[in-house]
């Protein structure tokens, strides 16, 4: 759900009646087209309780970016905080649980006039704390904050508890914070839990396995580095996972690399770190007897500790590198040049094959001397779409519209959070003008759940998150 300057003008929009509340920004990294924005949802929160709310938050974010992956990436974040209003304080608690954790006694049956309906023993689990009205969820963030890209429900209730579907939830008990990143693991980036969760929970995902190789495995690239190896899990000898000490199996733990790679993936499918560039389309004129310089310059959005790679290429020989400008003689200049600028993460925090091709920023300018005496024509090759995704959750039609300035090779896909391509809707040459599109839901074939949108225009890759119902 981004617009990059670059590249797009995006906007995402989700026609719903729904109450509007105060939003907070609590964290702004810059433009909300070109962060992951994550939003905070509270409930059972009254209104005098919109402070602790937002106090609450603060403690999750802090936790938060104090870990690695997301403490280099901070500065893809921005982070908002929709201030619902419950009727009472506090979650639901029937005390129905069958799972025998030993906790649910211990809490005492309550019915909360919360604005989600959230609750304990959710599923029959007495840990499980989730909303039981999920479409009011949708709904609010429809009518208030539209342009998520993962959406934490943070339920005031002091008991241990959470649980990570479409949105992460987690309660303000001692270990919440843990909690809230545990299942941001879940909903963000699709993990499974390291610890043996149930026989319906196991599947295959980035860090659960039925394969057996060394050499296979997907987490081949790991094996052997910090504890990274191919460990049974206790219910199941069959299914494997990659560590005996993540997050994703103990709280107060770090994320194992593998776990750690796959939010770094999902970091680069939603921000670029290329935001800008110069010049756009001009044309330049030059004195035939004088020679003149032309600036070129990107603005980047690195991590922390910068892992840009940036080169410069004047028809296809290096001039510089990891320098944010290049300056290039009018006197260098073929009838035709190319000035190309490349922008790639070398991060040593994932090592998937799939990094150095996906996540490689390009733009070209076209350089041609219209008139040797008196100008230069310069294009930039790298295009800007305006594009509409709608409605978004989509329980019946998912349309999306754009806007092309020349033909251009287009393709669409569908991929999950294994970053699988699990449905192409369209791969042509299209011509210049508007483009519109749609599909029904049910024949698009795939079971409700998130889902990345992925246009490519040419070498442009725009992604866009999507929920199906």
């Given at each position: 759900?981004?617009?990059?300057?670059?590249?797009?003008?995006?906007?995402?929009?989700?026609?719903?009646?729904?109450?509007?509340?105060?939003?907070?920004?609590?964290?702004?990294?810059?433009?909300?087209?070109?962060?992951?924005?994550?939003?905070?949802?509270?409930?059972?929160?009254t209104a005098g309780e919109q402070t602790k709310f937002i106090t609450d938050v603060n403690k999750i974010l802090t936790a938060l970016f104090a870990q690695s992956p997301f403490k280099e990436y901070k500065s893809y974040f921005n982070a908002y905080a929709i201030k619902v209003i419950s009727q009472e304080s506090g979650a639901n608690h029937p005390q129905n649980s069958t799972d025998g954790d030993g906790a649910c006694p211990a809490q005492a049956v309550k019915s909360v006039d919360n604005y989600f309906g959230s609750t304990f023993d959710y599923l029959g689990i007495h840990r499980l704390l989730y909303p039981n009205d999920l479409g009011k969820v949708a709904t609010v963030l429809a009518a208030n904050f539209p342009l998520y890209d993962q959406a934490f429900i943070a339920i005031n209730t002091p008991y241990y508890g959470g649980a990570g579907g479409s949105f992460a939830?987690?309660?303000?008990?001692?270990?919440?914070?843990?909690?809230?990143?545990?299942?941001?693991?879940?909903?963000?980036?699709?993990?499974?839990?390291?610890?043996?969760a149930g026989a319906q929970y196991a599947a295959e995902k980035p860090n659960m396995t039925k394969q057996t190789s060394p050499s296979l495995v997907k987490w081949k690239?790991?094996?052997?580095?910090?504890?990274?190896?191919?460990?049974?899990?206790?219910?199941?000898a069959s299914w494997k996972k990659p560590h005996?000490?993540?997050?994703?199996?103990?709280?107060?733990?770090?994320?194992?690399?593998?776990?750690?790679e796959t939010f770094v993936e999902r970091f680069h499918l939603f921000v670029t770190p290329l935001r800008e560039f110069l010049p756009h389309d001009t044309r330049f004129n030059i004195d035939p007897d004088l020679e003149q310089t032309i600036d070129f310059s990107l603005s980047v959005n690195?991590?922390?500790?910068?892992?840009?790679?940036?080169?410069?290429?004047?028809?296809?020989?290096?001039?510089?590198?990891?320098?944010?400008?290049?300056?290039?003689?009018s006197n260098e200049l073929l009838a035709t040049s190319t000035i190309r600028a490349t922008v790639q993460d070398t991060t040593a925090l994932t090592r998937s094959e799939n990094h150095t091709t996906n996540h490689v920023y390009i733009v070209e300018w076209e350089l041609t001397k219209s008139d040797v005496v008196t100008s230069i024509e310069v294009e930039t090759?790298?295009?800007?779409?305006?594009?509409?995704?709608?409605?978004?959750?989509?329980?019946?039609?998912?349309?999306?519209?754009?806007?092309?300035?020349?033909?251009?090779?287009?393709s669409i896909s569908m991929i999950d959070h294994s970053g699988r391509n699990v449905k192409t809707l369209l791969s042509t040459m299209q011509g210049s003008g508007q483009h519109e599109s749609s599909f029904d839901r049910q024949?698009?074939?795939?079971?409700?759940?998130?889902?990345v949108l992925q246009f490519k225009f040419g070498k442009a890759t725009v992604p866009v998150k999507v929920i199906l119902h």
């Amino acid at each position: 759900m981004r617009e990059y300057s670059f590249l797009a003008c995006l906007l995402i929009c989700l026609s719903a009646k729904a109450q509007t509340f105060d939003v907070d920004t609590v964290l702004k990294n810059g433009p909300v087209s070109e962060r992951i924005n994550l939003v905070f949802l509270g409930d059972g929160y009254t209104a005098g309780e919109q402070t602790k709310f937002i106090t609450d938050v603060n403690k999750i974010l802090t936790a938060l970016f104090a870990q690695s992956p997301f403490k280099e990436y901070k500065s893809y974040f921005n982070a908002y905080a929709i201030k619902v209003i419950s009727q009472e304080s506090g979650a639901n608690h029937p005390q129905n649980s069958t799972d025998g954790d030993g906790a649910c006694p211990a809490q005492a049956v309550k019915s909360v006039d919360n604005y989600f309906g959230s609750t304990f023993d959710y599923l029959g689990i007495h840990r499980l704390l989730y909303p039981n009205d999920l479409g009011k969820v949708a709904t609010v963030l429809a009518a208030n904050f539209p342009l998520y890209d993962q959406a934490f429900i943070a339920i005031n209730t002091p008991y241990y508890g959470g649980a990570g579907g479409s949105f992460a939830t987690c309660s303000d008990h001692s270990a919440g914070r843990e909690v809230a990143i545990h299942e941001i693991g879940h909903s963000f980036a699709g993990l499974a839990d390291e610890y043996w969760a149930g026989a319906q929970y196991a599947a295959e995902k980035p860090n659960m396995t039925k394969q057996t190789s060394p050499s296979l495995v997907k987490w081949k690239n790991w094996m052997g580095v910090s504890g990274v190896g191919i460990y049974a899990h206790s219910g199941d000898a069959s299914w494997k996972k990659p560590h005996t000490n993540c997050k994703m199996g103990v709280l107060n733990s770090p994320l194992c690399k593998v776990c750690t790679e796959t939010f770094v993936e999902r970091f680069h499918l939603f921000v670029t770190p290329l935001r800008e560039f110069l010049p756009h389309d001009t044309r330049f004129n030059i004195d035939p007897d004088l020679e003149q310089t032309i600036d070129f310059s990107l603005s980047v959005n690195p991590p922390e500790p910068n892992t840009l790679k940036i080169t410069w290429e004047v028809d296809d020989v290096l001039k510089s590198k990891n320098t944010e400008t290049l300056a290039v003689s009018s006197n260098e200049l073929l009838a035709t040049s190319t000035i190309r600028a490349t922008v790639q993460d070398t991060t040593a925090l994932t090592r998937s094959e799939n990094h150095t091709t996906n996540h490689v920023y390009i733009v070209e300018w076209e350089l041609t001397k219209s008139d040797v005496v008196t100008s230069i024509e310069v294009e930039t090759l790298a295009s800007r779409y305006d594009l509409l995704v709608y409605p978004n959750p989509a329980a019946a039609d998912l349309k999306f519209s754009y806007k092309l300035s020349k033909p251009t090779p287009v393709s669409i896909s569908m991929i999950d959070h294994s970053g699988r391509n699990v449905k192409t809707l369209l791969s042509t040459m299209q011509g210049s003008g508007q483009h519109e599109s749609s599909f029904d839901r049910q024949t698009l074939g795939l079971s409700a759940g998130e889902y990345v949108l992925q246009f490519k225009f040419g070498k442009a890759t725009v992604p866009v998150k999507v929920i199906l119902h």
